[in-house]
């Protein structure tokens, strides 16, 4: 917790990698230890009490824990069966959803916990390369996914961006994730998450201070320099994707942010639909999370000539993306994060959006 920031109470969530137990393995082991289940989530959306847990009712391989939980001592974490991951990080992996047999690159991927929920969900058939520029952080992707008891994994240090597409292996590649470097305004309760690899996330995020102290002089510095900060990774989130749409056989790419400014999220979106556009179409809402009710803003940055231009056509832009609004009572109780779907147009398909 940062001096001065209002401390959140968020649930504890945690992932079951379902390449070491089911989920009801994991439950059946809590109940004997005296933890109470119960049978549904509660509405509204509110933390468990104290010694008490649920399943998650968007994930099925999730279970949702009180606030502060430490699990790191509990055998099943050691033994990489519990994996400490909030829940919107979860989203994106979900939403891409390969099928088991699916060439997979990861390219922005340490630490690893999307790559290795990746893996997971393709129970460990296929292949997937996690991608990262940063030694030291894919160092954390090999020993976490090691842990996690992935196969299909090849870690590559180098830039996403300069990967060679016309190599014959990459020809091979039908689906994306990109959740690159982003302001990481989404992140809440930064220490609580500390004693897990979130922490390695966030330690990379560029954490976007608002200054509220200082004269007005000094505050419209610091923000001349965020809206300079957001303009850049802007542009380099824009280039990953176009990056990953020239991969000849990609069909879906998933591209994911830990920011809750609408200049990392809806603005890419929208530049991407205007320069690729009838070629790649956002995936429609009943792909990506329908029954997730919080979806992007449908806000007007500028006309898709043929595909937006109206206030209803923004709404159904908008219905394609997931948001989740950090903290709560009135956030979602999980860190702020954003989601947008990218599938390539076929022949036969004039469906728009
Ligand atoms: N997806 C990861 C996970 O769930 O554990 C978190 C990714 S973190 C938000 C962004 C990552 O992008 C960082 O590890 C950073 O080193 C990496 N990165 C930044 N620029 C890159 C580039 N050009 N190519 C590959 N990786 C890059």
């Known amino acids: ?27 059946d082991t809590f109940i004997a230890d005296n933890w109470t289940f119960l049978p549904a989530a509660p509405s509204p959306p509110a933390p468990p009490a104290p010694n008490t847990f649920y399943r998650d009712e968007h994930l099925d391989f999730m279970l949702v824990f009180p606030p502060k939980s430490d699990l790191h001592l509990h055998p099943l974490y ?23 047999d699916a060439y997979v690159i990861d390219g922005c991927a340490a630490p ?50 300069t990967l060679d597409t016309s190599e014959p292996d990459y020809t091979k590649v039908t689906h994306i994730l990109l959740d690159p470097s982003c302001s990481g305004s989404g992140i809440i309760n930064r220490l609580d998450h500390l004693v897990d690899a979130y922490a390695e996330e966030q330690e990379q995020a560029i954490i976007l201070e608002t ?73 429609p809402r009943a792909k990506v999370l329908p029954t997730w009710h919080r979806r992007g803003y449908a806000l007007d940055v500028g006309d898709v000539p043929g595909l937006v231009s109206t206030d209803e056509d923004r709404a159904k832009v908008a219905d394609c993306l997931v948001r989740a609004v950090p903290g709560g009572p009135d956030g979602d109780l999980m860190n702020g994060f954003f989601v947008a779907c990218f599938e ?10």
């Open 78 to 100: 050691v033994s990489g069966v519990l994996i400490l991951q909030d829940k919107a990080s979860c989203f994106p992996a979900a939403i891409l959803a390969p099928p088991k």
């Open 1 to 27: 917790l940062v001096e001065g920031e209002e401390e959140i109470l968020m649930p504890r969530y945690v992932r079951v990698n379902l390449l070491k137990m089911t989920p009801k393995q994991v439950i």
């Open 344 to 353: 390539r147009v076929g022949e036969k398909d004039n469906s728009g959006l």
């Open 211 to 283: 200054t509220t102290t200082g004269g007005a002089a000094e505050r419209a510095a610091a923000e001349e320099k965020k809206k300079e900060r957001l303009k850049s990774l802007g542009e380099f989130q824009i280039e990953c994707v176009a990056k990953a749409m020239t991969f000849p056989n990609v069909r879906k790419i998933s591209y994911s942010t830990c920011s809750i400014y609408a200049e990392e999220n809806e603005h890419v979106v929208t530049e991407l639909l205007r320069r690729y556009w009838p070629k790649w179409k956002l995936s």
């Open 112 to 161: 690893g916990n999307k790559t290795s929920q990746l893996a997971m969900s393709m129970g460990n058939g296929g292949k997937i390369i996690a991608c990262d520029l940063d030694l030291r952080r894919l160092n954390i992707l090999k020993r976490l996914t090691t842990k996690a008891g992935c196969t299909n994994i090849t870690a590559l240090n180098t830039s996403f961006l």
